[in-house]
């Protein structure tokens, strides 16, 4: 019995300062990828920046949702009504439809989405969200 305590103990003491800090939020699919699945992890840096790891999986090629469209974009948004996004990434697929990027920004709270675009250089979001969500970072 004392050998449990001290493991959860360790646990307590070790493992969570490296996992309270991680906020984790279900990205939500669109109605063009019904499939598709995503996650975002969000910590707070020293220097008070949000570093963001996304994750998808079961997304289609942009070409196939939105026809001319060759990548995907990343953006971020602060959730007043007058903020305008800004792209923080290009996400890229393997073969299995899945993709990561580790990006960051210095809003908080604010939306996330991703839009298939034409190219990974446009400054503004032609289409609509294929994946979305809120994040607000404790």
């Known amino acids: 019995m004392m050998r449990v305590v001290r493991m959860m103990w360790i646990c307590l003491v070790v493992l969570m300062p490296g996992c ?3 906020t984790s939020v279900l990205l939500v699919p669109g109605p063009k990828t019904p499939l598709a699945e995503g996650r975002v992890d969000a910590v707070r ?3 008070g920046n949000i570093q963001l790891t996304i994750e998808v999986k ?14 995907w974009m990343v953006w971020v ?15 890229r697929l393997d073969q299995d439809g899945s993709g990561l990027l580790q990006t ?6 604010f939306g996330l989405f991703i839009t298939a675009e034409p ?5 503004q979001p032609h289409g609509e969200a294929v994946l979305s969500t809120q994040v607000r970072v404790r």
């Open 20 to 22: 309270a800090g991680t």
């Open 45 to 47: 840096d020293e220097a």
């Open 58 to 71: 079961r997304l289609s090629e942009p070409g196939a949702i939105v026809p001319g469209a060759t990548a």
């Open 77 to 91: 948004q602060g959730l007043k009504a007058t903020d305008k996004p800004i792209a923080v990434g290009v996400l």
């Open 104 to 109: 960051m920004t210095r809003l908080n709270p």
């Open 119 to 123: 190219s990974g250089a446009e400054e």
